[in-house]
C-alpha cells in the first residue's frame, strides 16, 4: 500500500514537472521568454505602422459578403471574433479581406492568459496561431480591451508567448478613458505624482487633482509594463442631455503620453446612441472627432461602433448598420474615410510637435506660445496642430473646435517660406492656397468640426 501511494506521488510529481515544463516556467524558460521577446523589440522587429488606421467596433459582425461595402466606404482595418466562427470560416475572412484590402485584427477568448496554463487551451491557441500568421492580411490579435492597472503584469507572460510564436504583429489594446478613474485599480505607488511629471501647461489641471494624476499613472504604468507598439483609447464625449467636458484633457494626456513613448495613438470615438446615456452624433460633430484627433498627432481612429444586430431595446441601438441596414451617418462617415485617406499619407510621414487652443480654453487645453511660429490672431474657436520634420515645424492643421458655428481664423505664420498650401482632400494633392504677404496673414475659413492641412514652401 505504501508501495502504492509512493508510485502515485512520482507519477503526479513526473506530470506537473512535464507540464510546467511544457509551459516554460522551469529552468529559466519562461525569462528567457520574455527576454527574447523584449529583445525583439529593443533591436526594431515586430509590428511597426505603415498606414493610417480606419476601423471600426461592432456589437454583432458583418458576414463575408459586407467586406466590398467596408472596403468602399474607407475601412482599413477590421475586427473579427474567432470563438463566433469556426477556424475555417476565420480563414475565408482572412482571404476576403486581402481580396478587398482590408487587414484583420483577430480576437478570442484562447488568447488569454489562463491559456498558459491549460495544455488543452494552448494546443489550440498554438493551433489557432499556426493557422493565420501567415496571411498578409492579419494584422494583430486582440488582447484585452480596458484592462485594469492590477493587470498588467499578468499580460506580459501572454505577450512574450504571443510574440514568441508570430513577432511581427500588433498585439492590440485599448485602455479605459479618464472618466473611468475609479476603475483605476491596481496603479504601482511608484507611478504617484512624485514621480510623474505634472501636465501644468494643461488648462483646469491642477496639482491637487487625484484622478487626473491617478489617470496619468495609469497609462504611465501601462506604457512601462506592457511597452504597446500602439497606445489605444476610447472617450465618447456626447450625452443625451448634456456635452463632456474632459474630451480634451483626455486625448491630451494620451498625446502626451503617446509622444513620450514615441509611439502612435488611436482615438476610439462616438458614432453610435447607445446605453440609453450618449445620443447619435450627428454630421459635424463626428468630423469635429476626426479632425481634431488629427490635430493631436492621432494616427489612428476607430468608429463606435459600426455593426448591430442586437434588438433595438437593448444597449446598443444605434449605430452605423443596424440589422445589416445602414444609417445616414454611415454615408457621412464614408465621405470623412475618403478625406482621411488623402490626408494621412502626408500626416504618417510628420512628427506632431505641439498642439494649441484659442481662447476660451477648454479643459486640457494649451494656449498658443508667444513663440509658435503659427498663431491665430482672431477671437475663433480652434484647434492648432503643428506639424514637422526633425524638430523643424512646416506643416500645421487648423482644426474648428465648434461643431455648431463656421470659423474665420486670422492666422500669421512666420515659418519662412513664400507660399502656403492647402492638402486637397478629394484630390491628395498639395494646392496653392495662399502667396505670403509682408504681414504673413491669411485667413482660414472652416465649417462646424472641420479642420484643413497646410504647408509653407
Known sequence: MNKYRQFLLILVMAV?????????????????????????KASGSGWKQKDFIIT?????????????????EGYTVIPVNYNRHPLSDVVERLKAAKK??????????????SSLHDPMKMKKLDELIEKVKGYSSLEGYFIADEPIASKFTDYIELLAYMQKKDSSKLMYFNLLSNFAVRDLTGVSPRFNQGTIKYPSHLHGVNLGD??????????????????????????????????????????????????????????????????????????????FQVYTTLAYGGRGLSY??????????????????????????????????????????TLMSLTSQGVYH????????????????VKVLSK??????????????????????????????????????????ELNRKTGKWILFSDLSSTKKVIVKLEPGDGRLFRVL
Not at 478587398?100 to 492568459?113: A, F, S, Y
Not at 448591430?308 to 443596424?322: I, K, N, V, W
Not at 506643416?395 to 505664420?413: C, D, G, M
Open 16 to 40: 506537473v514537472f512535464l507540464l510546467s515544463a511544457n509551459l516554460g516556467f522551469i529552468n529559466g524558460d519562461f525569462t528567457q521568454i520574455v527576454d527574447a521577446a523584449l529583445a525583439k
Open 56 to 72: 471600426l467596433w461592432n456589437a454583432g459582425e458583418p458576414s463575408i459578403s459586407h467586406y466590398p461595402q467596408i472596403a468602399k
Open 100 to 113: 478587398n484590402g482590408l487587414k484583420i485584427i483577430l480576437g478570442d477568448e484562447l488568447i488569454n492568459t
Open 210 to 287: 487625484k484622478e487626473i494624476m491617478a489617470y496619468l499613472a495609469y497609462l504611465r504604468q501601462f506604457v512601462n509594463t506592457i511597452k504597446p507598439d500602439l497606445i489605444s483609447y476610447d472617450h465618447y464625449n456626447f450625452f443625451e442631455k448634456k456635452e463632456g467636458k474632459e474630451y480634451f484633457l483626455n486625448m491630451a494626456l494620451i498625446a502626451h503620453v503617446a509622444r513620450e513613448a514615441k509611439k502612435p495613438f488611436l482615438n476610439i470615438i462616438q458614432a453610435a446612441k447607445f446605453s440609453k446615456t450618449w445620443r447619435l452624433p450627428t454630421d459635424q460633430e463626428m468630423r
Open 304 to 345: 463606435f461602433y459600426y455593426w448591430s444586430t442586437e434588438p433595438r431595446d437593448m444597449a446598443y441601438r444605434e449605430g452605423l448598420y443596424l440589422d445589416g441596414k445602414p444609417s445616414p451617418l454611415s454615408n457621412t462617415i464614408a465621405k470623412i474615410n475618403a478625406e482621411i485617406k488623402n490626408l494621412s499619407p
Open 358 to 373: 484659442t481662447d476660451p480654453l477648454p479643459i486640457g487645453g494649451e494656449r498658443i506660445p508667444e513663440k509658435s511660429p
Open 380 to 421: 475663433s474657436e480652434v484647434v492648432l496642430g503643428l506639424f514637422g520634420e526633425n524638430g523643424n515645424t512646416n506643416t500645421f492643421l487648423v482644426s474648428n473646435r465648434s461643431y455648431k458655428n463656421a470659423q474665420r481664423a486670422e492666422i500669421k505664420v512666420s515659418i519662412a517660406g513664400k507660399r502656403i498650401q
